[in-house]
Protein backbone atom coordinates (compact mmCIF):
# COMPACT_ATOMS: atom_id res chain seq x y z
CA UNK A 1 0.00 0.00 0.00
CA UNK A 2 2.77 2.36 1.07
CA UNK A 3 4.60 1.32 -2.27
CA UNK A 4 1.10 2.46 -4.17
CA UNK A 5 0.75 5.55 -2.56
CA UNK A 6 4.54 6.43 -3.29
CA UNK A 7 4.10 5.74 -6.92
CA UNK A 8 0.74 7.67 -7.30
CA UNK A 9 2.65 10.85 -5.69
CA UNK A 10 5.91 10.90 -8.22
CA UNK A 11 3.08 10.44 -10.96
CA UNK A 12 0.97 13.79 -9.72
CA UNK A 13 4.37 15.49 -9.03
CA UNK A 14 5.13 14.82 -12.49
CA UNK A 15 2.17 16.16 -14.11
CA UNK A 16 2.21 19.34 -11.66
CA UNK A 17 5.47 20.86 -13.28
CA UNK A 18 6.23 24.19 -12.93
CA UNK A 19 5.06 27.67 -14.24
CA UNK A 20 6.75 29.93 -16.68
CA UNK A 21 5.95 34.01 -15.73
CA UNK A 22 6.27 35.58 -18.88
CA UNK A 23 7.43 39.09 -18.93
CA UNK A 24 5.09 41.49 -20.81
CA UNK A 25 6.01 43.08 -24.00
CA UNK A 26 8.12 45.99 -24.34
CA UNK A 27 5.59 49.69 -23.92
CA UNK A 28 7.13 53.06 -24.76
CA UNK A 29 8.04 55.50 -21.88
CA UNK A 30 6.93 58.96 -22.77
CA UNK A 31 9.15 60.11 -20.38
CA UNK A 32 11.98 58.41 -21.98
CA UNK A 33 10.72 59.59 -26.04
CA UNK A 34 10.36 63.18 -24.56
CA UNK A 35 13.97 63.12 -23.50
CA UNK A 36 14.96 61.66 -26.55
CA UNK A 37 13.27 64.61 -28.51
CA UNK A 38 14.69 67.06 -26.49
CA UNK A 39 18.63 66.26 -26.79
CA UNK A 40 18.48 64.34 -30.13
CA UNK A 41 19.13 66.55 -33.28
CA UNK A 42 20.41 63.57 -35.11
CA UNK A 43 19.58 60.10 -35.71
CA UNK A 44 21.02 57.09 -33.62
CA UNK A 45 21.86 53.87 -35.15
CA UNK A 46 21.66 50.87 -32.64
CA UNK A 47 23.82 47.67 -33.40
CA UNK A 48 24.19 44.66 -31.38
CA UNK A 49 23.21 43.96 -27.30
CA UNK A 50 25.37 41.63 -25.59
CA UNK A 51 25.70 40.00 -22.31
CA UNK A 52 28.93 40.07 -19.84
CA UNK A 53 28.76 36.77 -19.10
CA UNK A 54 26.71 33.95 -20.40
CA UNK A 55 23.13 35.44 -22.40
CA UNK A 56 20.07 34.50 -20.98
CA UNK A 57 16.57 33.78 -22.06
CA UNK A 58 15.26 33.01 -18.39
CA UNK A 59 16.14 33.31 -15.04
CA UNK A 60 14.76 31.02 -12.36
CA UNK A 61 12.46 32.43 -9.85
CA UNK A 62 12.02 30.45 -6.00
CA UNK A 63 12.61 27.06 -7.62
CA UNK A 64 8.77 27.79 -9.09
CA UNK A 65 9.65 28.39 -12.59
CA UNK A 66 11.36 30.76 -14.89
CA UNK A 67 10.72 33.96 -15.44
CA UNK A 68 11.07 34.41 -19.60
CA UNK A 69 11.03 36.86 -22.06
CA UNK A 70 8.82 37.75 -25.08
CA UNK A 71 9.47 35.71 -28.09
CA UNK A 72 12.00 33.84 -26.06
CA UNK A 73 14.49 36.50 -26.64
CA UNK A 74 17.49 37.31 -24.23
CA UNK A 75 17.58 39.58 -22.07
CA UNK A 76 19.85 42.07 -23.69
CA UNK A 77 17.67 41.28 -26.67
CA UNK A 78 14.82 42.85 -25.07
CA UNK A 79 16.37 45.93 -23.94
CA UNK A 80 17.81 46.79 -27.46
CA UNK A 81 15.01 46.43 -28.69
CA UNK A 82 13.31 48.35 -26.00
CA UNK A 83 16.11 50.77 -26.89
CA UNK A 84 15.27 50.80 -30.66
CA UNK A 85 11.28 51.04 -29.49
CA UNK A 86 11.60 54.51 -27.58
CA UNK A 87 13.98 55.91 -30.29
CA UNK A 88 11.53 55.12 -33.22
CA UNK A 89 8.78 56.64 -30.91
CA UNK A 90 11.00 59.67 -30.91
CA UNK A 91 11.95 59.65 -33.99
CA UNK A 92 15.69 59.59 -33.58
CA UNK A 93 16.12 56.29 -34.85
CA UNK A 94 18.24 55.48 -38.34
CA UNK A 95 19.57 52.28 -39.71
CA UNK A 96 21.94 54.52 -41.83
CA UNK A 97 22.89 56.92 -39.11
CA UNK A 98 26.76 58.18 -38.47
CA UNK A 99 26.54 57.25 -35.02
CA UNK A 100 25.65 53.61 -33.67
CA UNK A 101 25.29 52.51 -30.21
CA UNK A 102 26.00 48.96 -28.60
CA UNK A 103 25.50 48.13 -25.63
CA UNK A 104 26.51 44.91 -22.91
CA UNK A 105 24.23 43.85 -20.37
CA UNK A 106 26.80 43.60 -17.54
CA UNK A 107 24.36 41.91 -15.16
CA UNK A 108 20.52 41.21 -14.34
CA UNK A 109 19.21 39.73 -11.65
CA UNK A 110 16.55 40.01 -9.03
CA UNK A 111 14.70 39.27 -5.74
CA UNK A 112 11.72 38.28 -5.60
CA UNK A 113 11.55 38.14 -2.23
CA UNK A 114 12.48 41.77 -1.66
CA UNK A 115 11.19 42.83 -4.19
CA UNK A 116 14.02 44.35 -6.66
CA UNK A 117 15.11 43.97 -9.64
CA UNK A 118 19.14 44.62 -10.67
CA UNK A 119 20.48 45.90 -13.90
CA UNK A 120 23.55 47.23 -15.21
CA UNK A 121 24.42 48.28 -18.73
CA UNK A 122 27.08 49.62 -20.06
CA UNK A 123 26.44 51.80 -23.73
CA UNK A 124 29.07 52.16 -26.37
CA UNK A 125 28.63 54.68 -29.02
CA UNK A 126 30.98 53.91 -32.09
CA UNK A 127 32.85 57.42 -31.77
CA UNK A 128 34.42 55.61 -28.53
CA UNK A 129 32.70 57.11 -26.43
CA UNK A 130 30.85 55.24 -23.28
CA UNK A 131 28.44 55.08 -20.59
CA UNK A 132 27.44 52.88 -17.74
CA UNK A 133 24.07 52.47 -15.66
CA UNK A 134 22.68 50.58 -12.61
CA UNK A 135 18.86 50.44 -12.21
CA UNK A 136 18.14 48.97 -8.77
CA UNK A 137 14.03 48.95 -9.68
CA UNK A 138 11.91 47.77 -6.50
CA UNK A 139 8.62 46.32 -6.91
CA UNK A 140 6.04 45.10 -4.24
CA UNK A 141 6.67 41.43 -4.00
CA UNK A 142 5.19 38.52 -1.77
CA UNK A 143 5.71 35.92 0.46
CA UNK A 144 4.12 33.04 -1.85
CA UNK A 145 6.06 31.65 -4.34
CA UNK A 146 3.62 31.84 -7.40
CA UNK A 147 2.64 35.66 -6.87
CA UNK A 148 5.68 36.73 -6.27
CA UNK A 149 7.46 35.30 -9.74
CA UNK A 150 4.37 36.59 -11.40
CA UNK A 151 5.40 40.31 -9.71
CA UNK A 152 8.84 39.78 -10.77
CA UNK A 153 8.22 39.30 -14.23
CA UNK A 154 5.64 41.87 -14.54
CA UNK A 155 8.20 44.15 -12.82
CA UNK A 156 10.99 43.67 -15.20
CA UNK A 157 9.08 46.20 -18.05
CA UNK A 158 8.68 49.39 -16.12
CA UNK A 159 12.87 48.12 -14.77
CA UNK A 160 13.85 48.55 -18.24
CA UNK A 161 11.86 51.64 -18.58
CA UNK A 162 13.93 53.18 -15.92
CA UNK A 163 17.49 51.82 -17.17
CA UNK A 164 16.81 53.60 -20.55
CA UNK A 165 15.38 56.55 -18.68
CA UNK A 166 19.01 56.58 -16.70
CA UNK A 167 20.57 56.18 -20.24
CA UNK A 168 19.23 58.42 -22.21
CA UNK A 169 19.00 61.37 -19.04
CA UNK A 170 22.22 60.65 -18.31
CA UNK A 171 24.53 64.07 -18.76
CA UNK A 172 26.90 61.88 -20.54
CA UNK A 173 24.91 60.96 -23.17
CA UNK A 174 24.75 63.56 -25.77
CA UNK A 175 28.86 62.79 -26.06
CA UNK A 176 27.80 59.21 -28.04
CA UNK A 177 25.99 61.27 -30.14
CA UNK A 178 28.59 63.36 -31.33
CA UNK A 179 29.93 62.27 -35.13
CA UNK A 180 32.67 59.92 -35.03
Given at each position: ?????A???????????C????????A?????????????????N??E???????????????????K??D???????????????????E?F????????????????F????G????????N???????S?????????????????NQ?A???????????????Q?????K?????
Open positions: MLKKVVISLVLLGFTGSTYSVNRYVSVDNISSLKNMTDSNIVGFRAAGESQTSIMCRGVGPITPGQSFEGFIRKAFIDELKMAADDNAPVTLTGILDSIDSSASRWDIAMTVSSNGESIVRENYAFTSSFYGETACTQALMPAVQNLIGKIVNKSFPLLKGA
